[in-house]
């Protein structure tokens, strides 16, 4: 079986401090509604062999959040393997964005299950801009190193 592959792109901000933050989103649906920790993610999705990861991250950014992903230097921030097995390939790009602006892409399931109602649930119910200190124990596990090589890079070690 072959290996469901993901990409996808954290955006970065300065703050006035000298800080840094992220932007992240919580995960729709029934499943996350009553969960924080681990239940965030960076805008990604899934993408078929013959597409670039970097056009699926584009492109995905833009179906999750309604929002074209800012216009900068992507930098590489490699892959990670999830629990599930899927590997997520992801970049960093410095933009800013209102939360508020965001229009969240849905998907369609069966809730309550097994009842043959099919129900409409956003991708991602909020966005916000999180530290990374703040933000990883927000995000599911496997994608955490990306904020650890975002802070290296921009540290200047990575």
């Known amino acids: ?3 469901k592959r ?3 792109l954290v955006v970065f901000r300065r703050t006035t401090d000298g800080g840094v933050e992220v932007l992240i989103g919580h995960m729709g649906g029934p499943f996350w509604a009553s ?13 078929q062999p013959d ?20 216009e900068g230097e ?5 892959e990670v393997r999830q629990r599930n097995g899927k590997v997520v390939t992801a970049w960093a790009v410095e933009g800013t964005l209102d939360p508020a602006e965001v229009v969240p892409g849905t998907f ?22 999180f530290t990374p200190e703040a933000a990883t124990p927000l ?4 994608q955490r190193a990306f904020l650890e090589r975002l802070v290296a890079h921009l540290a200047g070690r990575g």
């Open 108 to 129: 369609t399931l069966e809730w309550p299950p097994r009842s043959g109602v099919l129900t409409e649930f956003p991708e991602i119910d909020r966005v916000g801009w």
């Open 139 to 142: 995000l599911v596990a496997g």
């Open 35 to 47: 969960r924080e920790e681990a239940a965030w993610s960076i805008p990604k999705g899934e993408y």
């Open 51 to 70: 597409e670039a990861p970097e056009v699926a991250a584009r492109r995905e950014f833009r179906e999750e959040l309604r929002l074209p992903a800012p």
């Open 6 to 8: 993901s990409a996808g």
């Open 1 to 3: 079986m072959p290996v």
């Open 74 to 78: 992507w930098f590489d921030l490699g």
